[in-house]
């Protein structure tokens, strides 16, 4: 046997990864995902090939095709210490759940899954310009310390919309989600409509602010557990119970 072989073997096998993973990358750095890539893995060195899409490096990442995600699997899920973007360009996330307003596709506290997903408190993830649909728990969920920016995306049709422990939503809607529209320990939501939702359009454990905000046909337009919700023009219309908890208004309609 040659003794070069498994040299040249390795190099070999490094060099396909290597470039493999370049070919994901644009000019400008960011990272693209597809249901090509999805399927081959290598978007960064330990993805495994199908779903979950493993996201373990910081940067920018790209949608350049809708992400059709099997039952069982996550969406995309991003790793520790990480400060991530994830542009859905347009595209949608599509999970195989049925879920809507008067059927109730799973049951939180017995897992599900996420479209986009991470659960550590030492990362950052930014979500937008998209879709993400068909979940058995949440569309996007998201832990962590620092604020998670949400914005200019459609949440409808899964178990619940959208969960993060510290948020800045903006341009969201929510609808048609078996449970939550939107659910946060404390931020704020601006310029957003949750609609159709079968529990609360919007959950705020602590405190925050609900603002420029339309909640229509939810089983409780905004629902306050611990701390105070402060609203600024938001409108209520056809809730079963407009507001839960304590909440200080100026100029909003019920």
Known sequence: MNRFAPIALATALSLASTLAHAQTRDGDGVVNLNQTNATAGGVHATDAPGFPISIGTSGTYRLTSNLVVPAGQHGIEVGP???????????????????????????????????VYSASETTNVQVRNGRVRGFSRFAIDIDGKSTSIVEDLHLENNYSGLRADNLLAQRVTVRHNSSKGIWMGKGQVKDSWAMDNGEAGILLDYRGRVVDTVMERNAIGLRVQLGVA???GTVFTENGTPVSGSVSTSSNLY
């Open 230 to 232: 402060m609203l600024a």
């Open 81 to 115: 210490n990480l400060h991530v973007v994830i542009d859905l360009n347009g595209f949608q996330i599509v999970g195989p759940a049925v879920c809507s307003k008067t059927q109730n596709c799973a049951n939180y506290q017995t897992g599900g899954t996420v479209g």
